[in-house]
Every structure is written in structure tokens, then in C-alpha cells.
């Protein structure tokens, strides 16, 4: 603590004040002094970052998981959609292209409350430098390779992704983990293709007939929480959604994203791995929920042990 706070009276007395917003987006990072201890203490707009009760990722333990029989099942349209695929420095992010495609929209069955609609907005992906960490979200102490995330907007209140960033019940974000396999998903495949076009900051790629829905895994069960976007500022507007199984990346696509660099080719910079923010607190003042029954599911292990892969990541290491 005695150290951020010598960096955060440095920064303060040598340019805090004096960066433009442009500045500031160039400046952060996700590790050293631009990393997300720092985000919210030397930027007033990005305050809530340090400050805030709802922020994300957190870790998710599943003894302290609310079952929630009536949450309704996810549903996303099937169609498939044009985009662009883009190194920003910060991230590789797929962005719905402004054309004159059908937009997808990600809502829940739900009879009896049919809720929000969201329409589809972009990809984000996080990795790591080795197997055993890159994921934001992890599982009961437990990280992965990487992690896909699906952001929506609520276009039932807002215009736009940008208005709904920062307003009340203002954005969805599924949340899909990594682990390796023989047989990546086919989507996430498509998508990683092009990385080898995309390694300098600025540039970017089409991609064709990519579809959402097919880059989940097979599974309605998941947990849900209220939080936070995972960069500056933090806003704490966003319904995540973390589906309970993974999809699978292979071992040449991880060494391909880990040769992304975050600056342009001609000062290619540092290596974008590693790319994620470092865990929030659970809280008590927060309830997340799961449509597992968790009771249920170990009645099942013990009648039929198969039926229990269902229901949880299989990972060597651990399970629910």
C-alpha cells in the first residue's frame, strides 16, 4: 500500500490533470503503474473503478451461489453478422458492423416476465501467457487460458451502446471461459483466423457470417451477478452472465494471440497477454444467483456419475 501510494503522489505531481481523454485512453494498462490498482486514483471520472461495491470479474464460489429456480433461459438469435475485427491496444475486440444487417438480439424466455431485449455490440477477448492464467472471471480460485465475452446494450431503453454504458440496467455481458482441447470452437476459430492480421495496434479486419449464438457452449446453466465493465471507468451498469461449461481453443491459436503486441508495427511495444483486470471483491452486499441446483446435481453424481459433467467445467484440477 505504501508503494501505490508513492506512485499515486508521483502521478499527481508530475501530469495527473494535464491529459486529455485521448491521453488517458493511451495511458492505461493491466499491469504496473497503468495497471487497475491505479485506474480509479489519479482520473475523477474513473473514481468508481477503486471506489465502487458492484465491480467485476470476481471469483466465483460456488458454495456461496443462490439457486434461483426461475431465471429464465438465455436465448440469442441465430443468424449470423458482418463485423470488424480490431487491435485497440488494450484488446482484440469484434465490433458489430453499421450495416444494413439484421442485428442480433440476446433476450431470456421467460413467460411470465419477458424482460429486456439487448441487442448484440461486441467481443471482447482476454488471454494469458501460459495455460494456467488469462481469465478474468475464475471459479473457485481457479483461472483459465482465456475468456470470450459477449457484450449487449438494452436496446428496449437506449439508443446506443455508448449511452447504455454508463445508465441503469444499461448493458449484458456473457461471459464464456477457455480451456485447451483438441476441437476449438468452430466460431472462435473463424474470429482467430485473422489474428495474424490484427498484431500491431490500429489494425484491423472484416470478418463475414460469424455467428453469436454458435460461440457458446452447449448449455443453459450459468450465474449471473450484478457488476461492472472490466476497463475505465468501470461503469457498474452490467448483468453478467457466466455459462457454466467452456469452449475449447486450441494450443496454436493461444501462441498465435500471445505474439499481439499493444503498439503499432513501427514501435510494436510491449506483448498484449496477460490482458486482464485483477480480481474484485465477492462482497456481502451482492447476490449471485444460479439456475444449478446444486442439490440436485449431487443426488444425480451418485445415481448416475455421468449426468454430473453437466453441470460443471471439467477441469483436472477441481469441481464443484
Not at 431485449?117 to 471482447?124: D, K
Not at 494450443?251 to 511495444?269: D, M, N, S, T
Request: with cysteine; hydrophobic share 35%.
Amino acid at each position: 500500500m505504501k508503494l501505490i501510494a508513492l506512485v499515486y503522489i508521483f502521478l499527481q505531481q508530475s501530469f495527473v490533470g494535464r491529459l486529455s481523454a485521448s491521453d488517458w485512453d493511451d495511458w492505461w494498462g493491466y499491469h504496473g503503474i497503468s495497471g487497475s490498482e491505479f485506474w480509479g486514483l489519479y482520473n475523477p471520472e474513473w473514481e468508481i473503478c477503486s471506489k465502487g461495491r458492484y465491480q467485476s470479474p470476481v471469483d466465483i464460489d460456488p458454495k456461496k451461489l443462490l439457486y434461483d429456480p426461475n431465471l429464465p433461459l438465455l436465448h440469442i438469435d441465430k443468424h449470423r453478422i458482418s463485423g470488424n475485427f480490431a487491435n485497440n491496444g488494450h484488446g482484440i475486440i469484434f465490433s458489430a458492423a453499421n450495416t444494413t444487417d439484421v442485428p442480433v438480439n440476446i433476450t431470456f424466455i421467460d413467460s411470465h416476465n419477458p424482460g429486456y431485449v439487448y441487442r448484440f455490440e461486441e467481443i471482447h477477448l482476454h488471454w494469458g501467457s501460459s495455460e494456467k492464467q488469462g481469465s478474468e472471471h475464475f471459479v473457485r480460485g481457479q483461472s483459465f487460458p482465456g475468456e470470450v465475452q459477449i457484450f449487449a446494450y438494452n436496446s428496449l431503453l437506449y439508443r446506443n451502446f455508448s449511452q447504455a454504458a454508463s445508465a441503469p440496467y444499461g448493458l449484458l455481458a456473457i461471459s464464456i471461459l477457455w480451456q485447451i482441447g483438441d476441437n476449438p470452437n468452430s466460431e472462435l476459430s473463424h474470429l482467430l483466423s485473422k489474428v495474424e492480421h490484427i498484431r500491431y495496434k490500429g489494425s484491423w479486419q472484416n470478418v463475414q457470417q460469424l455467428s453469436i449464438r454458435e460461440l457458446l457452449p452447449d448449455t443453459d446453466a450459468y450465474v449471473t451477478y450484478a457488476g461492472s465493465l472490466t476497463q475505465p471507468g468501470c461503469h457498474e451498469t452490467v448483468q453478467w452472465i457466466v455459462l457454466n461449461k467452456p469452449i475449447y481453443i486450441s494450443k496454436q491459436q493461444l501462441y498465435a494471440l500471445r505474439k499481439i503486441r499493444r503498439g503499432e508495427k513501427e514501435f510494436p511495444g510491449t506483448l498484449m497477454e496477460n490482458n486482464y483486470r485483477a480480481l474484485k471483491p465477492f462482497g456481502s452486499h451482492r447476490i449471485f444467483r444460479t439456475n444449478i441446483d446444486f442439490s440436485y446435481v449431487t443426488k444425480s453424481e451418485r445415481a448416475c456419475p455421468s449426468m454430473y459433467k453437466e453441470f460443471v467445467y471439467q477441469a483436472k484440477e477441481w469441481s464443484v
